[in-house]
C-alpha cells in the first residue's frame, strides 16, 4: 500500500511562490504514476499537473507557472507553485497510480491514481 504525505503549504499573497512536498513510501517510487490533484469547494478535483515518461503534464490554468518534479532517491514528488493567483487556493492532494498511464491525456484523469495523501492547504490572497 502506498502512503503519501504532504508539506510545504501556508497561506501567501498573488504572485508569491511555494513549493509542495510529498514523501512516498510502500511501493517502488519510480514506478508510479504521480500527479497533483487540487479541489476547492463545491468543485471536483482537478488534475493540476503529472509527472510522465516524457516530462510534466500540466493543466491548462496553471501551465507555465507550476513545475512538478521528482527525486526517486528520496522517494518525494515536488509542486513548484509560482506567480500564485487567487483562484489557486485550494487543498491540494498528492496522487499516485499503480499502473502507468499508456497515453498523456490519461495522465490528467483522475480515476488513474488509487492512492491520495491527506491534502494541504494553499491560500492565496490579495
Known amino acids: 500500500q502506498v502512503q503519501l504525505v504532504e508539506s510545504g503549504g501556508g497561506s501567501v499573497q498573488t504572485g508569491d511562490s511555494l513549493r509542495l512536498s510529498c514523501a512516498v513510501s510502500?511501493?517502488?517510487?519510480?514506478?508510479?504514476?504521480m500527479g497533483w490533484v487540487r479541489q476547492t469547494p463545491g468543485k471536483e478535483r482537478e488534475v493540476v499537473a503529472a509527472?510522465?515518461?516524457?516530462?510534466?503534464v500540466y493543466t491548462g490554468s496553471v501551465k507555465g507557472r507550476f513545475t512538478i518534479s521528482k527525486d526517486n532517491a528520496k522517494n518525494t514528488l515536488y509542486l513548484q507553485l509560482n506567480s500564485l493567483k487567487l483562484d489557486d487556493t485550494a487543498v491540494y492532494y498528492c496522487?499516485?497510480?499503480?499502473?502507468?498511464?499508456?497515453?498523456?491525456?490519461?495522465?490528467?484523469?483522475?480515476?488513474?491514481?488509487?492512492?491520495w495523501g491527506q491534502g494541504i492547504q494553499v491560500t492565496v490572497s490579495s
Open positions: 496522487a499516485a497510480g499503480s499502473v502507468s498511464p499508456s497515453t498523456l491525456n490519461s495522465y490528467r484523469l483522475r480515476s488513474t491514481y488509487d492512492s
Open positions: 509527472v510522465s515518461r516524457v516530462g510534466g
Open positions: 510502500g511501493r517502488t517510487f519510480s514506478t508510479l504514476a
